[in-house]
T-cell receptor
């Protein structure tokens, strides 16, 4: 499975935008870029995913580099509730190879 | 619509005991997964299933067994509990968009 590299941690201020980076230099053409987050004492929660084009949903935006070797999860206005571990994961989304491989993720702290 | 439901939420086992962690989903998803998460670490895949009657090993299957007799249920069995199996266990199912995880079972083996 292709690997991703994320910083260990990041701090942000409440109501400011947050850019969480992810490197995936060995990504293959069929790999989707997934982001999940895990709030304290909860299971992971789907945030967003994309293949080549930038993606937006109600939770966040995903900016994907043109060569697909890196991506950035953008939280437009951080809230205290966004403090969590964010995982950047590569995976195909269908077929028997649909498995997520979790790294340690990036721990986001949000200051009031 | 309950999503993915795991029971129990907490359990303490003695070394050598056995137990079954229950997982059920009401979304009619074919793909289901069991992960474990050790403190401060990411999740590791134990077993997964692509449909009723079909299961396969993940990254860390030793000491566990699974079955998938129905689309809804995907129980995880620990036959001889060991301290190394102390962890939080998450069940998940996959739809076209992404994965839905249960709230987890925190297991301690003493």
């Amino acid at each position: 499975d292709a690997k991703t590299t994320q910083p260990n941690s990041m701090e942000s201020n409440e109501e400011e935008p947050v850019h969480l980076p992810c490197n995936h230099s060995t990504i293959s053409g069929t790999d989707y870029i997934h982001w999940y987050r895990q709030l304290p004492s909860q299971g992971p929660e789907y945030v967003i995913h994309g293949l080549t084009s930038n993606v937006n949903n109600r939770m966040a935006s995903l900016a994907i580099a043109e060569d697909r070797k890196s991506s950035t999860l953008i939280l437009h206005r951080a809230t205290l509730r966004d403090a969590a571990v964010y995982y950047c994961i590569l995976s195909v989304t269908t077929g028997a190879n649909s498995k997520l491989t979790f790294g340690k993720g990036i721990t986001l702290s949000v200051r009031p | 619509n309950a999503g993915v439901t795991q029971t129990p939420k907490f359990r303490i086992l003695k070394i050598g005991q056995s137990m079954t962690l229950q997982c059920t989903q009401d979304m009619n998803h074919n793909y289901m997964y069991w992960y474990r998460q050790d403190p401060g670490m990411g999740l590791k895949l134990i077993y997964y299933s692509v449909g009723a009657g079909i299961t396969d090993k993940g990254e860390v299957p030793n000491g566990y067994n699974v079955s998938r007799s129905t689309t809804e249920d995907f129980p995880l069995r620990l036959e001889l509990a060991a301290p190394s199996q102390t962890s939080v266990y998450f069940c998940a199912s996959l739809n076209r968009v992404g994965y839905t995880f249960g709230s987890g079972t925190r297991l301690t083996v003493v």
